[in-house]
């Protein structure tokens, strides 16, 4: 738990002892459990053993996600039992059922411990006083960054997912609909200032979200390339064609009726 959480206030210090402090949340919890005086010894011990408890929760389930993490790598997620997860960490099967129900639950908290919190950046970042294209340098730097420091996690979901169930796929396609309905509006919002050249924004949305996340494949953390080298090299490729009229072009050719197959002859020739 944090130091702030419990520390020594003025004049509390008596005979060598210190009574802690009650902060936020927990000066609640004891509030509302009780009669509104200060809490008892007792009471104060109770919460810290609740903390602590929750603190080894935390780090157990941090292992196993780690242990599991290059086994799905290595083996696939249909190859890998929860017997494999629990023989690497010296558990036994049952142990695991207290942290996780299930191996698409684990693989699922190893795709949200890497980007559990992209989606709340990136909207974080729009919400800044900047222009249109450097939120969007700012957030794809961001998730190449994101991509580059734990590879294993995109390398899951782009491998992966297939084996996933339908609701844990359903709920990863939400969460990347909404990610990139955020980038969506960010270029709409370029073309409309003329930042970036008229164009089809999904399908530059699609390539940047590609782009960022095939760095998986071949980015190697021990190798000469920062992570925030390889987004800005990447950034400046991709800031040199937005304001090209070749993207425009490119837009009107597959916009064009006369190129497109019909939605059923598509899915029977692919």
């Known amino acids: 738990m944090s130091s702030g959480m419990l520390s020594a206030p003025s004049g509390a210090v008596k005979r060598g002892r210190v009574r802690p402090t009650v902060e936020g949340a927990d000066r609640e919890r004891w509030r509302a459990g009780g009669d509104g005086r200060w809490p008892t010894a007792a009471a104060a011990g109770g919460l810290v053993r609740e903390a602590r408890r929750e603190q080894r929760r935390e780090m157990r389930r941090e292992a196993i996600l780690e242990a599991a993490a290059p086994l799905f790598v290595r083996r696939g997620v249909a190859a890998t039992s929860l017997d494999h997860i629990a023989s690497s960490l010296g558990l036994t099967r049952p142990a695991l059922y207290h942290y996780f129900r299930d191996k698409n639950q684990i693989l699922i908290a190893i795709v949200e411990r890497a980007f559990a919190n992209l989606i709340r950046e990136a909207?974080?970042?729009?919400r800044s006083d900047r222009s249109s294209v450097e939120k969007l340098e700012r957030i794809f730097t961001l998730h190449t960054t994101r991509v580059a420091a734990d590879p294993q996690a995109i390398f899951l979901i782009v491998t992966q997912a297939g084996e996933l169930s339908s609701p844990a796929r359903a709920a990863l396609r939400r969460r990347q609909r909404r990610y990139e309905s955020i980038l969506v509006r960010l270029v709409e919002q370029g073309i409309a200032d003329g930042e970036i050249a008229p164009c089809n924004a999904s399908l530059l949305v699609k390539a940047m979200v590609s782009l960022a996340n095939w760095v998986?494949?071949?980015?190697?953390?021990?190798?000469?390339?920062?992570?925030?080298?390889?987004?800005?090299?990447?950034?400046?490729?991709?800031?040199?064609?937005?304001?090209?009229?070749?993207?425009?072009?490119?837009?009107?050719?597959?916009?064009d009726p006369r190129s497109r197959r019909p939605r059923r002859a598509a899915r029977q020739t692919a």
């Open 123 to 126: 909207t974080d970042i729009v």
């Open 216 to 255: 998986y494949a071949w980015y190697d953390p021990g190798g000469p390339y920062r992570p925030e080298d390889v987004a800005a090299f990447l950034w400046s490729l991709l800031r040199g064609g937005l304001g090209s009229p070749l993207v425009t072009a490119a837009t009107d050719a597959a916009e």
